[in-house]
């Protein structure tokens, strides 16, 4: 195998709470390791247009606690095409980039998996993605600062749910994984989840919903998971509505906001430690993997089994919040 002396590290797809300070790790542990690196904006479609711009370690300060992206993240559909890597396989060579670092989701981790083969180029992976929904690691980059927030903005919707003696739907962020949902019910005692990995049908809900309130429960809040499958918490409001109607119904949706905000310590932590094992990879000839974390220790994840496989919630957690519901 060549030898690398220079790397280029990109964030794609959704941003995440904790890239930043993914970027930082990155940068000073390739510096320190000796490697050129390179800071490519704007995901993939920074790559093919070459917004490429080499980092000192003064690059990379003052950003372990900002949210968002200094790289800034992008979709890039030309990046999906064979043209369009090879545009971005031309870049790299002719910018002297002779490994990659992709802190994306699912689907930017998919996209470096097709390049890395295509071109038989080493490229190491973090998963950077408040869903939580990669294989082979116990949490991803922005997991955690998320599911702190929801945990924020339901303490204050239960403020307003108590005072007005309502049940709320607040919608959170995972389309296709129930963990921000299920987590962020258990660590806000809300008193249901809905994910789109189990189906629980409306009058499952009304049941369980009216047990508390027979009980001299004033009010309700249930976490719904934004997806298809569950309808949404418009969708599932709507129903229990025509339903239920002496509920007093009211729906949030938390939208973007579950994005933002300063990483927490778990996060910048995870961050850090995952960034400087990506450079251990690429010193230690790994190539096409995701770096994972697993009962506190890093992991080398072969993309494959990061992408295809489906992480399961843990159906102890439901168990646990269908319990202390009553
Ligand atoms: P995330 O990484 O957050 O899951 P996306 O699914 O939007 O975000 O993917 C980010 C980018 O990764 C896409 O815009 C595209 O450039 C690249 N990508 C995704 N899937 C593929 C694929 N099958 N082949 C090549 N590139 C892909």
Redesign the pocket.
């Known amino acids: 195998m060549s030898k690398i002396n220079s790397i280029g590290i990109l964030t794609?797809?959704?941003d995440a709470p904790g890239m930043n300070a993914a970027i930082r790790a990155v940068t000073r542990a390739g510096i320190f390791a000796g490697f050129r690196v390179f800071g490519i904006f704007r995901?993939?479609?920074g790559l093919i247009l070459d917004e490429i711009e080499e980092f000192s370690t003064q690059n990379v300060s003052n950003i372990i606690q900002r949210g968002g992206t200094i790289l800034k993240t992008?979709?890039?559909?030309?990046?999906?095409t064979p043209e369009g890597?090879q545009c971005a396989y031309d870049v790299m060579k002719r910018r002297g980039i002779d490994a990659l670092v992709v802190i994306?989701?699912?689907?930017?981790?998919?996209?470096a998996r097709?390049?890395g083969n295509e071109f038989s180029l080493p490229i190491i992976g973090l998963p950077?993605?408040i869903d939580n929904d990669l294989y082979g690691t116990d949490s991803t980059i922005g997991y955690d600062t998320a599911l702190n927030t929801i945990m924020e903005c339901v303490d204050k919707i239960r403020d307003t749910a108590t005072s007005h003696e309502r049940l709320f739907f607040v919608e959170v962020m995972g389309r296709d994984a129930g963990f921000l949902a299920l987590n962020g019910a258990l660590a806000s005692g809300a008193e249901a989840a809905i994910i789109p990995e189990i189906s629980m049908q409306v009058d499952q809900l009304g049941e369980l919903i009216g047990h508390g309130f027979r009980k001299s429960k004033n009010s309700s809040i249930v976490l719904v998971a934004e997806s298809p499958v569950t309808g949404g918490a418009m969708g599932l409001a709507q129903r229990v509505k025509e339903e239920y109607p002496d509920y007093d119904v009211r729906v949030t949706i938390l939208g973007h906001l579950q994005r933002g905000g300063s990483p927490t310590a778990f996060d910048r932590i995870l961050a850090s430690r995952m960034g400087a094992a990506a450079i251990d990879a690429l010193l230690d000839d790994q190539r096409n993997v995701m770096i994972g974390i697993r009962n506190d220790e890093i992991v080398y994840v072969p993309f494959t089994k990061a992408i295809k496989n489906e992480k399961r919630v843990n159906p102890q957690k439901l168990e646990v919040l269908r319990r202390l519901s009553i």
Do not use: N, P, V, W
């Open positions: 794609s797809g959704g995901g993939y479609k992008a979709r890039c559909k030309e990046f999906t890597r994306g989701g699912d689907g930017s981790l998919t996209g097709i390049f950077g993605t």
